[in-house]
């Protein structure tokens, strides 16, 4: 007896059950074939799409790519494509890919903390107004704090006004 995998990978079908195994709108799966991520489907002499069940495969692991932050164009250096299908990987190249973006996203991570850090601290500042200080007054002892404060009279952000002559 066959595993319900088996079966699947050994069919053709169109794009609607297609459609409807993987969850995905057919046209989301014309754009992954028109743009190299998903092989070309047969066509039948009325023009049907008839797509093997390795499709089924392709498309579950672009769509977990994608969860998992791969941009298309990196799906598409990942994945295989032609005969073989995900047979053909190239167990350290996928590897290394994996290790890259699990890197990326620890960078991200990093620069995400630093970012909550610095807003955390521009609230602290704003928050800790001194009783009777006006907004106003407050954002300027807030920017001289960091250092955004300038001291021509100007306004950060304002250019010089042009002199005639």
């Known amino acids: 007896m066959s595993n319900p995998a088996d079966r699947i990978r050994r069919r ?3 794009i609607g059950e297609l459609a409807r195994l993987t969850g995905l ?3 989301r799966i014309r754009f992954y074939e028109r743009t190299g991520l998903l ?4 066509r039948q002499a009325n023009g049907y799409r008839h797509y093997g069940g390795d499709a089924v495969l392709a498309l579950r692991l672009i769509t977990a790519g994608q969860a998992a932050g791969f941009s298309l164009q990196e799906l598409r250096d990942l994945l295989p ?3 073989g299908g995900a047979t053909a990987w190239q167990h350290g190249g996928v590897l290394k890919s994996l290790q890259r973006k699990v890197a990326e ?3 991200r991570q990093a620069q995400l903390a630093r970012n909550r850090g610095q807003l955390l601290d521009l609230m602290a500042r704003i928050e800790a ?5 006006d907004c106003s007054a407050n954002a300027r002892r807030v920017m001289a704090g960091l250092g955004l404060a300038q001291d021509d009279g100007m306004q950060p952000g304002r250019r010089p006004a042009r002199s005639a002559g």
Request: charged share 20%; no cysteine.
């Open 12 to 14: 053709t079908m169109k």
């Open 25 to 27: 709108a057919p046209s």
């Open 39 to 42: 092989g070309p489907a047969a």
């Open 81 to 83: 494509t032609g005969a």
């Open 105 to 107: 996203i620890e960078a």
């Open 129 to 133: 107004r001194p009783e009777g200080m």
